[in-house]
């Protein structure tokens, strides 16, 4: 069982930068896929930014030019690098790792936006 820890959301001013990181209870090199997820108050669960094992990314259409998905195969982290931010970030930011054919999910980590 992989357990993913997201750390660093918080309370940021609209134009500002946060960067997120999910750790991984073990190694990320075999994933499929980890992404990035949000889900805002009233509103579905939505997928931000995807990297795979080959390190191709994918981005949610709002986000492009703003954030960016990396990773560190030797530290098990995926990190969420999230620069001018907008009100419309604000939500509660989740890490998923797709690997062996099984989804893990982490707990999540608040973004919050204030304008």
């Known amino acids: 069982q992989v357990q993913l820890v997201e750390s660093g959301g918080g309370l940021v001013q609209a134009g500002g930068s946060l960067r997120l990181s999910c750790v991984a209870s073990?190694?990320?090199?075999?994933?499929?896929?980890m992404g990035w997820y949000r889900q805002a108050p009233g509103k579905e669960r939505e997928l931000v930014a995807v990297i795979n094992r080959g390190g191709s990314t994918n981005y949610e259409d709002s986000v492009k030019g703003r954030f960016t998905i990396s990773r560190d195969n030797v530290k098990n982290t995926v990190y969420l690098q999230m620069n001018s931010l907008k009100s419309w970030d604000t939500a509660v930011y989740y890490c998923?790792?797709?690997?062996?054919?099984?989804?893990?999910w982490g707990k999540g980590t608040l973004v919050t936006v204030s304008s």
């Open positions: 998923m790792l797709r690997i062996y054919f099984r989804d893990y």
């Open positions: 073990e190694s990320i090199f075999s994933m499929d896929y």
